[in-house]
Nanobody, 128 residues
Framework: QLQFVESGGGLVQPGGSLRLSCAAS????????IGWFRQAPGKEHEGVSC????????YYGDSVKGRFTISRDNAKKTMYLQMNSLKPEDTAVYYC?????????????????????WGQGTQVTVSS
């Protein structure tokens, strides 16, 4: 059964850093694009960053470019999101997800296309 467990969130001051982890199970990680999404209070889910399965190419939303870095370890079935220079507007619940079959990473992020259901997410709060 497809499952994601997100961790690593917390409370951090503006300008600080966090590293999120996503442990995946129930599917072959290296066969699909995967990505990070977030949902701020009162808003829809937003694609933060996605990474392809084939060549490791990445996509970043405009609001996080240059500050966040996505990576994947297929052997460990884990995905990461290194978040630097955090801003209050990064405050949200962060989720990881898998793309439907043959869905490119960029499309997954831009249109928020995912397979299965959201996990419990991990809360990131950026505040002084």
């Amino acid at each position: 059964q497809l499952q994601f467990v997100e961790s690593g969130g917390g409370l951090v001051q503006p300008g600080g850093s966090l590293r999120l982890s996503c442990a995946a199970s129930g599917f072959t990680l290296d066969s699909y694009a995967i990505g990070w999404f977030r949902q701020a209070p009162g808003k829809e889910h937003e694609g933060v960053s996605c990474i392809s399965s084939a060549d490791g190419s990445t996509y970043y939303g405009d609001s996080v470019k240059g500050r966040f870095t996505i990576s994947r370890d297929n052997a460990k079935k884990t995905m990461y999101l290194q978040m630097n220079s955090l801003k209050p507007e990064d405050t949200a619940v962060y989720y990881c997800a898998r793309a439907p079959r043959l869905t490119p990473a960029q499309r997954m992020c831009v249109t928020v296309i995912y397979y299965g259901r959201w996990g419990q997410g991990t809360q990131v709060t950026v505040s002084s």
